[in-house]
């Protein structure tokens, strides 16, 4: 056990403890105890409420002056942390913030090895996207359901296979890659830059043949993603959907109006994927199972986006088995029938319940 300061647990026997048990996060909130989620759910770790100033002194350690000065003026504040643990290092995402109460932080487990997409429970399929010379491939999902996981799974896939110079833009820098057969340089938002617009305008200038962006928080990124997609670069990227067809909508509606068309005709030419994913809880009770759909940057699909029909695309998917396509509803009836998901669950995510009937 790792050592108490006067009885008092520290903030590494919290996460040991969530490591060990196999959990996901840990949060450290004011007027709260500490929390673990497993599985998806949220338990206690203790039954003790941790006060504000027990929360201070678990979570400000952690900081340097420069990370504590961005903290208080900003009142949150994204980094990576790592732990000795026995046998290596753990690293942690972290995201501390202020609520009505004091101050809080989330430790969100990163798995000490790269997955693969096999580990992943994902259609080794995937893998034809990194085959590309150029282009724009997105994974989708809510917060939590492996995006992360999955986007460091297709990046050591090119590292492994493919003597690429690989750029990534994060915040922050989650799974360590060791270069193989790429050159790869990792940069994280407020360490090594100020913000992903400006690492994604520099990017263009330092030679990549793939750059990935964490995520596509602004307008101003999202154009930018497209048009290195269209200048010669295989860009990887995330946003916080539920589908293919909606990635696609929310894309261009994030745009003004009089410049959706040209954004309809710039996509169509480059986007090469979408991967939109959710994790739903077994049925044995032992984690969770990734569902997931997939879009393939088609001939049929690039006429659809330039023609403003993306409602037509779910057709396109459900008769695009040969090229990889599959849509949400068949990944969980899959996961239904192989008995590794319950049938309540496949219904409650399911984007036409009657397809279960």
Same mark, same amino acid.
């Given at each position: 056990?790792?050592?108490?300061?006067?009885?008092?647990?520290? +903030?590494?026997?919290?996460?040991?403890?969530?490591?060990?048990?196999?959990?996901?996060? +840990?949060?450290?909130?004011?007027?709260?105890?500490?929390?673990?989620?497993?599985?998806?759910? +949220?338990?206690?770790? /203790?039954?003790?409420?941790?006060?504000?100033?027990?929360?201070?002194? +678990?979570?400000?350690?952690?900081?340097?002056?420069?990370?504590?000065?961005?903290?208080?003026?900003?009142?949150?504040?994204?980094?990576?942390?790592?732990?000795?643990?026995?046998?290596?290092?753990?690293?942690? *995402?972290?995201?501390?913030?202020?609520?009505?109460?004091?101050?809080?932080?989330?430790?969100?487990?990163?798995?000490?090895?790269?997955? /693969?997409?096999?580990?992943?429970?994902?259609?080794?399929?995937?893998?034809?996207?990194?085959? !590309?010379?150029?282009?724009?491939?997105?994974?989708?999902?809510?917060?939590?359901?492996?995006?992360?996981? /999955?986007?460091?799974?297709?990046?050591?896939?090119?590292?492994?296979?493919?003597?690429?110079?690989? @750029?990534?833009?994060?915040?922050?820098?989650?799974?360590?890659?060791?270069?193989?057969?790429?050159?790869?340089?990792?940069?994280?938002?407020?360490?090594?830059?100020?913000?992903?617009?400006?690492?994604?305008?520099?990017?263009?200038?330092?030679?990549?043949?793939?750059?990935?962006?964490?995520?596509? *928080?602004?307008?101003?990124?999202?154009?930018?993603? @497209? /048009?290195?997609?269209?200048?010669? !670069?295989?860009?990887?990227?995330?946003?916080?959907?539920?589908?293919?067809?909606?990635?696609?909508?929310?894309? @261009?509606?994030?745009?003004?109006?009089?410049?959706?068309?040209? @954004?309809?005709?710039?996509?169509?030419?480059?986007?090469?994927?979408?991967?939109?994913?959710?994790?739903?809880?077994?049925?044995?009770?032992?984690?969770?199972?990734?569902?997931?759909?997939?879009?393939?940057?088609?001939?049929?699909?690039?006429?659809?986006?330039?023609?403003?029909?993306?409602?037509?695309?779910?057709?396109?998917?459900?008769?695009?088995?040969?090229?990889?396509?599959?849509?949400?509803?068949?990944?969980? *009836?899959?996961?239904?029938?192989?008995?590794?998901?319950?049938?309540?669950?496949?219904?409650?995510?399911?984007?036409?319940?009657?397809?279960?009937?």
């Amino acid at each position: 056990m790792s050592p108490k300061r006067h009885g008092v647990r520290t +903030l590494t026997d919290y996460l040991k403890d969530v490591v060990e048990r196999g959990g996901s996060d +840990l949060h450290i909130a004011s007027n709260s105890p500490p929390l673990m989620r497993l599985h998806g759910q +949220l338990m206690r770790l /203790t039954d003790q409420t941790l006060s504000a100033e027990e929360v201070d002194a +678990l979570l400000i350690p952690v900081l340097d002056e420069e990370a504590l000065a961005r903290l208080r003026e900003a009142r949150s504040i994204d980094f990576a942390w790592q732990i000795d643990l026995a046998d290596a290092a753990q690293r942690f *995402r972290v995201n501390y913030y202020f609520q009505k109460y004091g101050m809080d932080g989330v430790f969100r487990v990163i798995p000490s090895h790269i997955p /693969t997409l096999a580990e992943l429970g994902l259609p080794e399929t995937l893998g034809d996207m990194t085959r !590309h010379h150029q282009g724009l491939v997105l994974v989708t999902g809510p917060a939590g359901s492996g995006k992360t996981s /999955t986007l460091a799974a297709l990046i050591n896939l090119l590292n492994q296979s493919h003597p690429r110079h690989i @750029i990534t833009i994060e915040d922050p820098i989650e799974y360590i890659h060791t270069p193989q057969r790429s050159l790869i340089n990792q940069r994280q938002v407020g360490t090594h830059t100020s913000s992903f617009t400006r690492a994604l305008r520099a990017a263009v200038r330092e030679d990549p043949d793939v750059i990935l962006v964490g995520e596509l *928080r602004d307008l101003e990124t999202t154009q930018m993603a @497209i /048009t290195a997609a269209e200048t010669g !670069h295989l860009v990887f990227t995330t946003l916080h959907t539920n589908s293919s067809i909606r990635t696609i909508d929310r894309i @261009i509606d994030a745009f003004p109006h009089e410049q959706q068309s040209h @954004i309809r005709t710039m996509l169509s030419e480059s986007l090469k994927g979408v991967i939109a994913q959710q994790l739903v809880p077994r049925a044995d009770g032992q984690g969770r199972a990734a569902a997931v759909e997939v879009l393939v940057g088609t001939v049929s699909v690039a006429n659809m986006i330039r023609d403003a029909k993306t409602f037509q695309i779910g057709s396109i998917m459900q008769t695009g088995k040969s090229f990889g396509m599959r849509i949400m509803d068949d990944s969980l *009836r899959d996961l239904m029938n192989a008995g590794i998901i319950t049938r309540e669950e496949a219904l409650k995510r399911a984007t036409n319940p009657q397809f279960f009937a």
